[in-house]
Nanobody
Framework: VQLVESGGGLVQAGGSLRLSCAASGGTFSIYAMGWFRQAPGQERESVAAISSNTGRTYYADSVKGRFTISRDNAKNTVYLQMNSLKPEDTAVYYC??????????????????WGQGTQVTVSS
């Protein structure tokens, strides 16, 4: 399974970005999908996740009400809409696929496949 993120960039605080993650080489519709991020000098942290087919979602407290995860199984793509961005959202954002559990998990160990990451920089 290959995951390719896109949509990162530089944005001012208060702005918005939409990240996309295109999957290939597997059965996307059965995967739970997650977004993680890692800032310099910090550990990778979970941002949001979505179940394979029930629409259940998970959000980190730091992004609730600002970020929205969604998926389009017909396009094998998961999205992360990020609004009201803050400088502390600056990080490399990774998408990940969980082919086993199907439920939205914040635990990195649940995910077997990872993208290469896309940089998001929020200026103050």
């Amino acid at each position: 399974v290959q995951l390719v993120e896109s949509g990162g960039g530089l944005v001012q605080a208060g702005g918005s970005l939409r990240l996309s993650c295109a999957a290939s080489g597997g059965t996307f519709s059965i995967y739970a999908m997650g977004w993680f991020r890692q800032a310099p000098g910090q550990e990778r942290e979970s941002v949001a996740a979505i179940s394979s087919n029930t629409g259940r979602t998970y959000y980190a407290d730091s992004v609730k009400g600002r970020f929205t995860i969604s998926r389009d199984n017909a396009k094998n793509t998961v999205y992360l809409q990020m609004n009201s961005l803050k400088p502390e959202d600056t990080a490399v954002y990774y998408c990940a696929a969980d082919p086993r559990f199907g439920t939205p998990s914040s635990a990195a160990y649940a995910y077997d496949y990872w993208g290469q990451g896309t940089q998001v920089t929020v200026s103050s």
